[in-house]
């Protein structure tokens, strides 16, 4: 069956009150696709459907909704079903489901979560957003330098039903300082009898509590890690974070970056739930910023004035210009963007990166300059004056685009901005103007 099919079914059982029938459909699906299937049911069914799962299902279901749904089952289930499912949920996704709540639903949750988790909660939301400890879960396996493989086994199976990832065990000290890593599949294929000091991974890649996101999304990535151990400032373990969340920031991340790239503020609600205030909010300081700056291209323009007026071929030539430079400019920024969100490029690359995009413009720019020649004698039937001069423009415009594009990356990377902040808009108006003066300057010293 479909997922269209799927719906339909679910539909129909929904609709003929066969709660029986529709429990066992809901439970042969993933809660994913659960939390899909809900998004578009109203108040009355969605309460419905999310009290006829199972408490274990339910809060599985609970983690993947968006925030307005959350917010709506919060307000119309009983307290004693919020405790229950904060109880069964993991508590990174508990943190993530409560920063998303407007206060008073915050304290409601808080006043019916028991004692313990609620201390634990409150810990959780004391870290700054978008740090490692704001992510984290203390849902990990942890083992001692005393253990063997069985002993190990034996504490797997009596708690791990209740932690986020059993792939790897964290080995501490007396002082809960993280000593080394246990790759489960290693204590599955040797005697149980095996010391896990024998197995013990020393060499530690982890986190610090107050690092970025985006630090964590990047080691994570860069090791190719299922988990990534948290610890404090002495080294003390307190939670981990898995691939799963690391998987989100690495949307957010990109999302952001796609965002600043086009121009826009970076939106804190998805597309359709935006305000249209919002919407165009996010939208005009760029656009007000690059409106003011094309004055320079305005004014470039009319300086010239007497050039253009003495050959329309030159007026027509402009935009090809300004978009073929708009668009060199934004391939070489996609790429120094691209690696230094990687960690491939840095500053101390400026200059190496700087001479390889200027020979890669003095390829590129020459391919495409021999083409506009030809196109300008053949198909224009230019002066051969007037289709050098263009074709010259062209080559120098995008050999100069080619080096704004990469350079200014990694200048804002450089005075601590985000690099994606110099990308589209400001390279697009910087090698407008370059390669208007660079037109008008080469064709009045030679047409007129």
């Not at 998805?270 to 249209?276: A, I, V």
């Not at 004014?299 to 007497?306: G, H, M, R, V």
């Not at 020459?366 to 007037?386: D, E, H, I, K």
């Amino acid at each position: 069956m479909n997922w269209e099919q799927i719906e339909e079914r679910l539909n129909q059982l929904m609709a003929e009150s066969r709660h029986g029938q529709l429990r066992g459909a809901l439970m042969m699906l993933n809660p994913v696709d659960i939390a899909g299937y809900m998004k578009n049911l109203d108040r009355e069914k969605l309460l419905l459907l999310f009290r006829i799962l199972p408490k274990d299902v339910s809060a599985d279901v609970f983690s993947y909704m968006d925030s307005d749904q959350r917010e709506m089952l919060v307000e119309s289930i009983a307290d004693a079903e919020i405790t229950a499912l904060i109880d069964e949920m993991f508590v990174d996704d508990a943190v993530d489901f409560l920063e998303e709540l407007p206060a008073n639903a915050v304290k409601r949750v808080l006043h019916n979560t028991d004692p313990h988790t609620r201390a634990i909660i409150n810990q959780f939301l004391k870290y700054p957003e978008n740090s490692a400890g704001s992510l984290m879960t203390i849902e990990y396996c942890e083992v001692t330098p005393d253990m063997n493989v069985r002993d190990a086994l034996k504490s797997i199976k009596e708690t791990g039903v209740d932690k986020e990832t059993v792939y790897t065990l964290y080995m501490l000290d007396a002082q809960r300082r993280l000593i080394g890593t246990v790759p489960l599949h290693k204590a599955l294929v040797v005697p149980e009898d095996t010391a896990l000091m024998k197995l013990m991974d020393p060499g530690i890649i982890s986190v610090n509590t107050l690092d970025d996101q985006e630090v964590v999304a990047d080691t994570v990535r860069k090791y190719h890690l299922l988990s990534i151990p948290v610890v404090d400032g002495e080294g003390r373990l307190v939670g981990i974070i898995t691939s799963d969340d690391v998987m989100d920031v690495i949307e957010e991340e990109n999302t952001e970056d796609f965002e600043k790239m086009s121009g826009l503020a970076p939106a804190e609600e998805p597309y359709f739930k935006s305000k249209l205030l919002t919407l165009a909010g996010n939208r005009l300081p760029w656009l007000m910023i690059l409106m003011f700056t094309s004055i320079i291209s305005g004014a470039i323009i009319s300086k010239f004035e007497t050039v253009l007026a003495v050959n329309i071929l030159l007026s027509a030539s402009i935009p090809m210009l300004m978009d073929t430079g708009g668009n060199c400019g934004q391939q070489a920024s996609t790429l120094m963007i691209r690696g230094i969100a990687l960690g491939e490029v840095r500053f101390s690359d400026f200059f190496k990166v700087l001479w390889t995009e200027f020979r890669v413009g003095l390829l590129v720019g020459l391919a495409l300059s021999g083409v506009t020649f030809l196109r300008l004698l053949l198909l224009n039937q230019a002066s051969l004056v007037m289709a050098a001069v263009i074709s010259v423009s062209l080559y120098a415009t995008v050999v100069i685009a080619k080096s704004i594009g990469c350079v200014l990356p990694l200048l804002a990377q450089r005075v601590k901005l985000d690099p994606a902040l110099a990308a589209s808009p400001l390279i697009t108006t910087l090698v407008d103007a370059a390669s208007l003066f660079i037109f008008f300057t080469i064709a009045s010293r030679f047409i007129l």
